[in-house]
T-cell receptor
């Protein structure tokens, strides 16, 4: 089966611009997660979708971040306007059930200059 | 909330030696502890996990131990090979967290020298 796919793999934008990251989970996986790793620190939770509904968005840093999962398939994470501290690697993951581990995508490396 | 500490941040071993990475967690309600391996240019990959009703789990050269009383768990890799070189992350999940959120440690960069 195809894994979790993220696009783009890299993005360099200027401060104040908008960037949209996309994640295609494994087909049939209802659970979709966004995480990010900033400046070589720990991987931090952003939010969790179950199908098209936000189950938990407690990790979203502020209202410049907007995640959607229309139709319960792929998800987008928009950062608007981007700030320097948003630089990092954004990972998407998916799982069929909520009780175990999940499969990560390769991530999107976002650099805000 | 949960806090996971991971040590060491970097670890260099000779091929064939063993490597041990340790993590501590703060929330006694945590009941699921996965380990992920991240190779260059790839996302974290689940390599082994353990639940709180088990003290030790093995899978070939990899083993994980859990001490619930002390709130720490460890990853053991025996007979290390150059392809084991990667960044390893431990994580913990709270049993009361219906959303399945994982809290990660800061990562350990393992280098296996041939």
């Amino acid at each position: 089966e195809a894994g979790v796919t993220q696009f783009p793999s890299h993005s360099v934008i200027e401060k104040g611009q908008t960037v949209t990251l996309r994640c295609d989970p494994i087909s049939g996986h209802d659970n979709l997660y966004w995480y990010r790793r900033v400046m070589g620190k720990e991987i931090k939770f952003l939010l969790h979708f179950v199908k098209e509904s936000k189950q938990d968005e407690s990790g979203m840093p502020n209202n410049r971040f907007l995640a959607e999962r229309t139709g319960g398939t792929y998800s987008t994470l928009k950062v608007q306007p981007a700030e320097l501290e948003d630089s990092g690697v954004y990972f998407c993951a998916s799982s069929q059930e909520t009780g175990g581990g999940y499969t990560f995508g390769s991530g999107t490396r976002l650099t805000v200059v | 909330g949960e806090n996971v500490e991971q040590h060491p941040s970097t670890l260099s071993v000779q091929e064939g030696d063993s490597a041990v990475i340790k993590c501590t967690y703060s929330d006694s309600a945590s009941n699921y502890f996965p380990w992920y391996k991240q190779e260059l240019g790839k996302g974290p990959q689940l390599i082994i996990d353990i639940r709180s009703n088990v003290g030790e789990k093995k899978d070939q050269r990899i083993a994980v131990t859990l001490n619930k009383t002390a709130k720490h768990f460890s990853l053991h890799i025996t007979e290390t090979q150059p392809e084991d070189s990667a960044v390893y992350f431990c994580a913990a999940r709270n049993a009361n967290n219906a959303g399945n959120m994982l809290t990660f440690g800061g990562g350990t960069r393992l280098m296996v020298k041939p």
